[in-house]
């Protein structure tokens, strides 16, 4: 083999590996059954829940997420604290600590979910396997959103929801901390978020999940993004507490190479 | 040449696969992609913990040494899904690891296969195809 088709050959095996994660990336595209039409509640309100949970894809850059639009519209802090973020290998990822995802986050980090409806349609709650057991809670009674002055800024906000033509639900969320990120990629957001997602079920094995982020103190615009959750029948949730043995942090380094937590010998106090 | 053709794919592999390793935190910022390893070694402890499950092996190096690897999985609930059990590692048990190594050169890495002392390999919560197998 001369060096010309070597190179060329490791051009393809690189090139192979960029295109798989392209394929893994992209949104929706995800290759599974649709399978049949998506259950219904008896008066034909979608049904997203079954024998089965939602298993999130792992999204990892939410430019590729964009719908109707090419560029995420940073304001200039948030393009350079994302191009931060990235320069640090998303080291300080407030979710390497195993704090919560925050709101649409939540339904791109790869843990999977239910969605459990209320029959009496007053609540819908989001149960999430990953993060620190968490879950969302999502008023349907007809109760307006807050204003989120009058909230206790939380990782999750406040959100009240309703149904769109039985297909659609609908949510809408104020109320966010700004201890989370938007996501993996280190695309970040003021307490000044509020964010509408909107949750469809267009088969059986498909939850169709959109976001609009709406942030004047990040962004100049609102901006949308939404990917496909495939849904995997017959398996269940299981237990998973992130804060157990976070040994990550222990090694974890600032840029400058100091350690975020220091080991501190202690000398036992022992009574004589 | 053939040698060197084969490393460049792992590396290139490594670089596609290890991105999905360890979602809870940066995998980017501890382990190195461009550093694959390929690790056969006696496991000496088993920690089947959250976030992500470690196992601990001696490995000898050209010298003749051992030096007591850190391997890094997946949560066992994504194992679990892949097919491990917490019973799958023993110790004592003859493993081979393929993965990537620390980024501070330290005896420590991320796995993305390990085959069992039963000769079956298996995922490490990190590298299979399809979206269901990406949860860890």
Redesign the interface.
């Known amino acids: 083999?001369n060096k010309h088709s070597?190179l060329k050959?490791?051009a393809f095996?690189?090139l192979?590996?960029?295109m798989?994660?392209a394929t893994?990336q992209g949104g929706g595209e995800?290759?599974?059954e649709p399978g049949p039409p998506a259950p219904r509640f008896d008066d034909g309100l979608i049904d997203f829940g079954g024998d089965g949970i939602w298993?999130?894809?792992?999204v990892?850059v939410m430019r590729d997420r964009l719908v109707g639009r090419e560029e995420i519209p940073y304001l200039p802090w948030t393009e350079a604290m994302q191009a931060y973020n990235q320069e640090?290998?998303?080291?300080y990822?407030p979710?390497?600590l195993?704090l919560p995802p925050g709101g649409p986050r939540m339904m791109g980090?790869?843990?999977?979910s239910e969605i459990i409806q209320d029959q009496k349609g007053e609540r819908v709650i989001l149960i999430f396997?990953?993060g620190t057991h968490v879950w969302r809670e999502i008023h349907m009674d007809g109760r307006p959103l807050p204003d989120r002055e009058s909230l206790n800024p939380t990782y999750f906000g406040y959100s009240v929801g309703h149904y769109e033509n039985n297909d659609t639900l609908v949510v809408e969320t104020t109320g966010f901390n700004e201890k989370t990120w938007i996501l993996f990629d280190g695309t970040m957001h003021t307490d000044e978020l509020r964010t509408i997602e909107r949750f469809s079920r267009p088969n059986r094995n498909t939850l169709h999940y959109e976001a609009t982020i709406i942030d004047p103190g990040a962004y100049s615009e609102p901006w949308t993004v939404a990917w496909d959750i495939?849904w995997?029948e017959g398996?269940e949730l299981?237990?998973?507490?992130?804060?157990?043995?976070?040994?990550?942090l222990i090694?974890?380094k600032d840029e400058f190479g100091n350690p975020f937590f220091e080991r501190v010998e202690v000398e036992p106090d022992w009574p004589e | 040449?053939?040698n060197?053709?084969l490393i460049?794919?792992i590396a290139?592999?490594a670089?596609?696969t290890a991105?999905?390793a360890?979602?809870?935190?940066?995998f980017?910022?501890?382990f190195d992609a461009d550093q694959p390893v390929d690790l056969t070694g006696y496991v000496t402890k088993v920690?089947w913990?959250?976030?992500?499950t470690?196992f601990y092996i001696d490995v000898e190096d050209e010298n003749g040494e051992y030096n007591n690897w850190a391997v890094e999985l997946g949560?066992?609930?994504g194992l679990?899904?892949r097919g491990w059990t917490r019973n799958s590692l023993q110790i004592g048990d003859e493993v081979n690891v393929e993965g990537s190594r620390a980024r501070?050169g330290s005896y420590k890495a991320n796995a993305r296969s390990v085959r069992l002392s039963s000769g079956e390999r298996l995922f490490a919560g990190s590298s299979q195809?399809?979206?269901?197998e990406?949860?860890?």
């Open positions: 083999m070597h050959l490791a095996a690189i192979a590996a960029g798989g994660e893994a995800h290759e599974h298993m999130q894809p792992w990892r640090t290998r998303v080291a990822d979710q390497g195993c980090t790869p843990y999977p396997e990953g495939p995997s398996a299981s237990e998973y507490i992130c804060q157990e043995n976070n040994v990550f090694d974890l | 040449m053939r060197r053709f460049t794919l290139a592999t670089a596609f991105l999905r360890a979602a809870h935190h940066s980017a910022a501890e920690e913990l959250n976030p992500h470690f949560s066992p609930n679990m899904r501070d195809p399809d979206v269901e990406d949860a860890n």
